[in-house]
């Protein structure tokens, strides 16, 4: 596959995507961060319809660029792999951010929920890469973790306050429980919003006797 003609320069990509190593990103040119954007959507896109084992090149299709656009921004697969990882957990923080600004505590809670099911349930198609990721960057999967918990105590302490959510559990709690059952490999949409409402249901306040 020959490069896009409008991404063939070097300069415009090499030594500008985010360091795949976890040491964070380094600044990227407007033309280059487009790029980028253009293969993670493309990436996540794929990894979704072809079941995880989507190939660079489809992915590079899917994104309208041409594979050297492609490997400049990610040399492996596995770095493509925590990439859409990255995003993801990027969104699914700014959702938590969103509902506890916008929503009603009881109604932020509950939104937030239904965004982390779909949020893992996605990871279902690239669970072997996302465990290799994290064997070869173990700071990953902890850093994350230590932002999605953050991201549910955004939502989870105001209902807590607000006296409509159970006070006897933690944001670890929580993600235990809910993180478990999105990961079955046999669940199913309707199974998965069935469980979700038990899971709301028992995150109410227990009645006093």
């Not at 985010?18 to 990436?43: C, F, H, K, Q, S």
């Not at 916008?102 to 072997?128: C, E, I, M, N």
């Not at 429980?177 to 028992?202: F, K, N, W």
Request: hydrophobic letters at 40%; aromatic letters at 6%; a negative charge.
């Amino acid at each position: 596959m020959t490069d896009d003609p409008g991404a063939t320069s070097t300069e415009e990509d090499r030594g500008s995507a985010p360091d795949a190593t976890g040491g964070g990103a380094r600044p990227m040119r407007a033309d280059a961060r487009r790029n980028y954007e253009r293969l993670i959507e493309a990436a996540r896109l794929v990894f979704a319809r072809q079941d995880g084992v989507a190939s660079m090149e489809a992915i590079a299709k899917e994104a309208g660029v041409g594979a050297g656009t492609l490997y400049r921004h990610f040399p492996r697969r596995i770095d493509v792999v925590e990439a859409v990882y990255r995003e993801d957990v990027d969104e699914l923080v700014a959702a938590a951010e969103t509902f506890a600004a916008g929503l009603g505590p009881w109604d932020a809670l509950v939104s937030w929920l239904q965004a982390f099911v779909r949020y893992a349930s996605s990871k279902r198609t690239f669970l072997s890469e996302l465990h290799e990721a994290f064997e070869k960057n173990p700071e990953l999967r902890v850093a994350s973790r230590e932002r999605i918990e953050g991201a549910i105590d955004l939502v989870l302490t105001p209902a807590q306050e607000a006296g409509v959510a159970r006070t006897d559990l933690d944001g670890a709690d929580l993600m235990q429980l809910i993180s478990s059952m999105c990961m079955s490999a046999t669940l199913t949409p309707e199974q998965s919003a069935r469980l979700l409402v038990v899971v709301e249901d028992g995150l109410r306040p227990r009645p006093q006797p």
